[in-house]
């Protein structure tokens, strides 16, 4: 029973693994860094609001695409935690980065409707994401060390290992938890 307990466990560890380093190896690269990326998505959400404020349909479309195609950073995400957050941070941006795609579509297909209620009510389920993600990780990143772009080498990270009294909890909303809402 042990046995298979284990191996569901590493299973389950190395799928998340590999769907984080997946999700990012898909995506065009950059030479841009995660906060400039988030910086990026930060305007595109914002031109969102201005056009649905607005009423400007293509204003709308390109905030939208611009958060469903985003590049990559020129280095791994998880690298602006600590180590020991690196496997529950790739898990976040997994589900928190296929979400911010389906959120985005849908705005993509909404706002051709011209039904402004439908837009801002997908506009706030994209807020709600972002604001979900920040509220768990936000506070935990920490600035990018250049020499760990494109380091594939985990030991170079500048973090030591916590002890048991410093384990990472777990952020304080998972989008798992958080209440679901149709989006058109």
């Not at 769907?19 to 998505?41: F, P």
């Not at 972002?130 to 030991?155: D, G, L, Y």
Request: positive net charge; charged residues 25%; glycine residues 2%.
């Amino acid at each position: 029973m042990r046995l298979i307990l284990m191996m569901i466990f590493l299973y389950t560890f190395s799928n998340a693994f590999d769907n984080a380093e997946k999700l990012v190896d898909s995506k065009q690269k950059s030479d841009m860094t995660y906060k400039e990326l988030m910086q990026i998505m930060g305007r595109s959400s914002s031109m969102i609001h201005q056009g649905i404020l607005m009423q400007n349909r293509q204003m709308v479309k390109d905030g939208a695409n611009a958060i469903a195609h985003h590049k990559a950073p020129n280095h791994k995400p998880w690298l602006i935690m600590e180590t020991f957050q690196y496997q529950a941070f790739k898990d976040t941006l997994v589900e928190f980065d296929n979400r911010l795609h389906q959120i985005a579509d849908a705005i993509i297909k909404v706002v051709d409707e011209e039904d402004w209620t439908k837009t801002q009510k997908a506009f706030s389920e994209l807020t709600l994401t972002c604001i979900s993600c920040h509220i768990s990780w936000k506070s935990e990143a920490h600035p990018i060390n250049p020499k760990q772009i494109n380091s594939s080498n985990p030991t170079q990270h500048p973090h030591k290992h916590p002890n048991s009294d410093e384990m990472y909890k777990p952020p304080l909303k998972m989008l798992r938890d958080l209440p679901r809402r149709d989006i058109p």
